[in-house]
């Protein structure tokens, strides 16, 4: 796994202590009481600082944030379209760095961050974040995945784990499991198939405390385009009291359920190392019983959901992030 | 004639069931022979946890559907309302469901000899001291209770819905008479319990009925924003960034002046300072940025923008230093950190007076039921105990 033959430098945020006091998304806005989303977005501005564009692709962290002709953005912050993440990432980039080559702008370092939900990300701007991946542009895509396009009250997306209760899977009499889809795996996706993105990285925003403040940094000094897919509790689709938001998300990453890593330059960094040989994980029972999305699951259910979990992190070739395994014999 | 119902709920929390009351009255004019339209406030979706919104249902014994609909439909808001149904006391303090708003008072829509129906287990003038007054007298009716909470997919069965369509019956049998109530709920549900849940309510609130005159309230002290013309919008759909601005202390950082939200919080966070170990957690978790920095470390409050989830009276490692009030205890939105500057000993007594002995800790789905523990207040010097963490 990770070797020490490359050094990545970077401003790094040693504690809570040093995390710059300021904020550039301020309060404000129109989100749910505890919710997560609002936390990614307030602390990757914090760690990026002022001098940074951002574009919102269409969904709660636009909607929530923009409530009648006001917002609680202090840098400059543009609405995209829901499947335009990568390509208004791209867009910037270009039209800075050509900005700055003809001298119309001081030539400077100005980071670019888009963010999309994980319907807008995940699933709709899938293709326009490939392409940017590809580029060479110096640029950050956020991917926050609430599980659910939760702006408009919660319908499945490819992100939303298996077996939850959504508008598009309500439980039923005679079906109890509505959604049957496992979880898109979209950050190892898009580090496996783009050897120009040098970094990717999944993260909770506030477990472990201060990982994703550094890790918005990382992506942003490493250069060239990179992508980082937040877990976010959602207490209104997930079902909990606002209270807990910050357990939640404790809970999957130590359950294994939520994979927490880096991958610099092809290298896999662990972030939350949930194998037995590393720091284990809990029984994901603990995770889904707090959820009242998940309140019709039986025993079997989840040990069927346990089972998943474990195959992730026992058989996979890359535990938790690539679910290769080993080699098939095909008879002739 | 159409008589207009407006119920206000908390949003996601209450959603079921204020869809649940509005269809119900409906449906239960109609077995009087009356026509019924019902509908959500639209500017409300997306709904989120907390905000104040608003279901309406309009009930007209001689109008056709077709006028009823076309008279109530396309409305972004009532005008008037007959009845005005509160299922969370707290939204007395005044509504602000979204920015150019305004905090409005609850009972901005009331007709004069309208009805309030408020879900509470306080005392009408503890209300009323909140409310703004009103130029003509009206009726505040209270339907004891607990502001029922649940999520969007496990349903709170705790008859709320039953008891308030009961009250309703008491308020104006002309709207709904409690027989066509219980006719109704017992052809639906068979269940004995739920007529009686309305019977009761009926009874009970027939006696907590109480004149509101135009002497008592308070004037209202929220400005209400004028909107912009279309002539004022800058070129294209340009917004005005928050002006970059932060210091130390009390509101030093800038923010959003046009949406305060402070009205979503049916609680809020109150601090012992003196017990504070600078941890920073309850500033760096906060997804609203309510909390100030200040010059000598700690974390002061802005209410006017804390929302009230109580993620901070989780994350805080210290045993009774962040914990949840109910928003009725207090009366304005002052710095906590300068109260306790000005008066340290004062300070703590005051929040402990507040706090109370009893500590509310919801289970982590919602609207599963609670714990209720019962402590002993820190004095004043005592040591920082580390605090059960209740989730994780």
């Known amino acids: 796994m990770a070797t020490a033959d490359k050094v990545l430098v970077y401003d790094r945020i040693k504690g809570v202590k040093q995390i710059p006091l300021e904020e550039f998304y301020t309060s404000g806005h129109r989100t749910c009481q505890g919710c997560e989303s609002a936390t990614v977005m307030r602390q990757f501005i914090k760690a990026a600082g002022p001098r940074t564009v951002v574009a919102g692709s269409t969904g709660c962290m636009y909607v929530a944030n923009t409530s009648y002709m006001t917002t609680p953005w202090i840098v400059p912050w543009m609405h995209t379209q829901l499947g335009a993440g990568g390509s208004s990432a791209v867009g910037m980039a270009a039209g800075l760095r050509a900005l700055m080559r003809k001298n119309r702008i001081p030539q400077e370092k100005i980071n670019v961050i888009s963010f999309c939900g994980d319907l807008g990300g995940g699933d709709m701007g899938l293709s326009g974040i490939s392409g940017a991946l ?17 702006n408009t009250d919660i319908q499945a997306t490819g992100l939303t784990t298996w077996g939850a209760q959504t508008t598009f899977s309500p439980v039923g009499k005679v079906e109890r499991i509505m959604h049957r889809r496992w979880k898109k795996n979209v950050a190892a996706m898009l580090a496996v198939g783009h050897p120009n ?16 403040l550094n890790k918005v940094r990382k992506a942003l000094s490493i250069g060239g385009p990179t992508f980082i897919h937040t877990y976010d509790p959602c207490p209104k689709g997930w079902d909990f009291h606002p209270r807990y938001s910050h357990e939640l998300g404790e809970l999957g990453v130590r359950s294994g359920l939520l994979p927490l890593y880096e991958i610099i330059d092809g290298q896999v960094v662990y972030t939350y190392d949930a194998r037995k040989t590393g720091k284990g994980r809990i029984p994901v029972r603990e995770y889904l019983t707090k959820q009242g999305r998940f309140a019709h699951l039986t025993e079997e259910d989840i040990a069927y959901i346990q089972r998943m979990v474990d195959e992730m992190w026992d058989e996979w070739e890359v535990p ?13 | 004639m159409i008589k207009r119902v407006e119920i206000n709920y908390r949003g996601i929390f209450q959603k079921n069931l204020a869809k649940k009351i509005g269809g119900d009255i409906v449906m239960i004019a109609a077995r009087m022979g009356q026509v019924g339209f019902s509908n959500g406030r639209y500017s409300d979706a997306p709904e989120r946890n907390g905000i104040p919104c608003k279901y309406f249902a309009f009930v007209s014994p001689d109008l056709s559907e077709e006028e009823l609909e076309a008279e109530c439909g396309a409305k972004l808001d009532i005008d008037e309302a007959n009845i005005s149904v509160v299922l969370d006391d707290t939204m007395v303090k005044g509504v602000e469901p979204w920015a150019w708003h305004g905090v409005r008072p609850i009972n901005e829509k009331v007709v004069p000899y309208g009805h309030m129906l408020i879900v509470s287990r306080r005392r009408p003038e503890e209300l009323v001291r ?17 502001a029922s909470f649940a999520g969007l997919w496990v349903y709170r069965d705790d008859l709320t819905h039953e008891r308030v369509l009961g009250a309703i019956a008491a308020l104006d049998p002309q709207l709904l008479s409690i027989e066509a109530v219980k006719g109704y709920l017992w052809d639906k549900t068979h269940e004995e319990h739920r007529v009686e849940a309305a019977q009761k309510a009926f009874e009970s609130v027939r006696h907590n009925i109480h004149e509101v005159t135009p002497l008592q309230g308070i004037d209202w002290p929220y400005e209400i924003p004028k909107l912009p013309k279309w002539h004022e919008f800058s070129e294209g759909v340009v917004v005005k960034a928050v002006p970059r601005e932060f210091h130390l202390g009390p509101k030093g950082q800038s923010r959003n002046q046009l949406f305060k939200r402070g009205t979503t919080k049916s609680q809020r966070p109150v601090v012992r300072f003196d017990l504070c170990t600078k941890c920073t957690l309850c500033w760096l978790e906060c997804p609203d940025q309510c909390f100030d920095p200040t010059p000598d470390g700690y974390y002061d409050i802005d209410y006017e923008y804390c929302v009230g989830c109580g993620k901070c009276a989780e994350v805080c490692p210290v045993q009774e230093c962040i914990v949840m009030v109910d928003e009725l205890a207090f009366e304005d939105n002052r710095s906590p950190w300068e109260h306790w500057k000005r008066d340290p000993e004062g300070y703590v ?20 039921g609670e714990r209720v523990v019962e402590v002993e207040p820190v004095p004043v010097g005592g040591k920082p105990k580390p605090a059960a963490r209740a989730g994780a």
Not at chain 1, 198 to 212: I, L, M, N, W
Not at chain 1, 320 to 332: E, I
């Open chain 1, 320 to 332: 938790g992030v690539a679910p290769f395994r080993g080699t098939l014999k095909v008879s002739a």
């Open chain 1, 197 to 212: 993105c040098r970094y990717v990285a999944t993260a909770c925003a506030t477990y472990p405390p201060v990982d994703f």
């Open chain 2, 130 to 146: 909140f409310m703004a007054r009103k130029p003509y007298p009206y009726y505040l009716a209270l339907l004891e209770g607990d």
């Open chain 1, 134 to 150: 590809q580029t060479d542009y110096d640029l950050l895509i956020i991917m926050y995945d609430n599980e659910s396009a939760a």
């Open chain 2, 349 to 368: 007594r005051w929040a402990e007076e507040k706090k109370g002995k009893h500590r509310v800790l919801p289970n982590v789905v919602t609207g599963t």
